[in-house]
């Protein structure tokens, strides 16, 4: 992602959250499975820990 330092974790956020929502409530994307939505969180997660932990966010949250 390019993206300014100071920008960048609030991008991520907001990446996750949209994952988030879509495993929650697939109506939000009807054309991404459920699926593919929790391999890109899980993947997101993964990759920043920390921002993930500030958002509330686990490494297990995507199957809860």
């Known amino acids: 992602m390019n993206a300014l ?3 960048r974790p609030y ?3 907001s990446r996750m ?3 988030m929502g879509i495993i929650r ?3 939000r994307s ?3 499975p459920k699926w593919r939505a929790r391999k890109n969180a899980v993947r997101l997660i993964r990759r920043h ?3 993930a932990r ?3 966010l ?3 949250s995507p199957f809860e």
Do not use: K, N, Y
């Open 5 to 7: 330092a100071t920008v």
């Open 11 to 13: 991008l991520l956020a």
């Open 17 to 19: 959250r949209h994952w």
């Open 25 to 27: 409530d697939p109506a």
């Open 30 to 32: 009807p054309t991404c």
């Open 49 to 51: 820990p920390e921002i």
């Open 54 to 56: 500030s958002i509330g």
């Open 58 to 60: 686990s490494e297990f």
